[in-house]
């Protein structure tokens, strides 16, 4: 089995638990996307097995413990123990509102929104967290009131806080990037222990992020030292770069190819699954011949630290 780095095509993960029906097909079969109506898909985990090439089954676990900084970067691989830098969920709320609590900051952008959709994010100012944590308890039904209400629509990115507490409405599809969630029966709120609600009040503020303009059809929606998230969507396409960090490859619309050295020299890019570059790929170029749109996102470290 080559050991040689290639671009990875990964499987996604369905949270079996939330889908509308137990066995829904893969979002990422070919006319399977009408059964996608509810719940989590993780695009890019540790358990993320590759769909081709000479790792085909091996999760990126696995790869993590053979190919070390060549996959993650170095400042990720100097200890096989530690997690990917980044994880990409893909959420679906249908007709349900999804509640979620981080323990650490995450970005998410939201791909598509029915009119009148809006989400609940962070706690309003001036909150009474005693006074609310007696209130609410353990009732998901009366967390919003503490909350800050937005409308959304599609294209719009939310920077949420360490411990900030969101509540998806429903009618979204968000693509998640970031370290893993909790559900909100963890949230701080959740009782009225003073290390609980010392946590709440030390939430910080969620922020609309406006892409920033950096040439024809490129947008960066984020970046600080430990990430960087561009939307590329553009007619035609063709760029060839080296990648400096482990990099995900997010296909939202269209058709394309990435091509690089190794036992995988043309790796298809579309809708439903993500791609991921090891971070000692060397240079690779993306081509396509019409309409195409994904989210790039660079992991320069260990998400959190």
Same mark, same amino acid.
């Given at each position: 089995?080559?050991?040689? @780095?290639?671009p990875l095509t990964l499987e996604p993960i ?27 898909? $993780? ?16 999760? #990126?676990? /696995? #790869?993590k413990q053979l190919w070390g900084p060549d ?35 995450? #970005? ?31 009732? =998901?039904?009366? $967390? ?39 559900? @909100? =029966?963890? $949230?701080? #709120? ?14 910080? +503020? ?40 482990? +990099? ?6 269209? /058709? ?10 043309? +790796? ?32 320069? /470290?260990?998400?959190?630290?």
């Amino acid at each position: 089995m080559s050991n040689e @780095l290639y671009p990875l095509t990964l499987e996604p993960i369905i949270a079996d638990q939330f889908w509308g029906r137990p066995g829904s097909p893969s979002f990422a079969e070919e006319g399977g996307s009408a059964e996608f109506r509810q719940g989590t898909m $993780w695009m890019a985990t540790v358990n993320s097995r590759v769909a081709a090439g000479p790792q085909a089954g091996r999760s #990126l676990g /696995q #790869l993590k413990q053979l190919w070390g900084p060549d996959l993650v970067g170095s400042i990720a691989g100097g200890d096989p123990d530690h997690p990917l830098p980044v994880e990409l969920k893909l959420k679906r709320t249908g007709d349900m509102a999804l509640a979620v609590a981080l323990n650490e900051d995450s #970005l998410w952008y939201l791909l598509a929104a029915e009119e009148n959709s809006s989400v609940n994010a962070g706690f309003q100012e001036g909150l009474d967290f005693l006074a609310a944590a007696a209130e609410a308890g353990g009732q =998901p039904g009366l $967390w919003s009131e503490y909350m800050t209400e937005y409308p959304v629509e599609a294209g719009q990115c939310l920077h949420l806080p360490r411990r900030a507490p969101l509540l998806l409405g429903a009618g979204l599809t968000v693509a998640q990037i970031g370290p893993p969630a909790r559900t @909100l =029966p963890n $949230w701080p #709120l959740a009782g009225t222990g003073r290390e609980a609600l010392g946590q709440a009040k030390e939430a910080g +503020t969620p922020v609309w992020l406006e892409p920033k303009a950096l040439g024809p059809g490129q947008g960066e929606v984020f970046a600080d030292p430990r990430l960087t998230v561009r939307l590329i969507a553009v007619s035609h396409f063709g760029s060839a770069v080296s990648p400096e960090a482990a +990099t995900f490859l997010w296909p939202l619309f269209g /058709q394309g190819r990435l091509r690089a050295r190794g036992p995988a020299p043309a +790796t298809r890019l579309a809708p439903g699954r993500a791609v991921m570059l090891p971070a000692g790929l060397g240079r690779y170029s993306i081509e396509s011949g019409g309409a195409v749109g994904f989210l790039m996102i660079e992991a320069r /470290q260990l998400a959190g630290v």
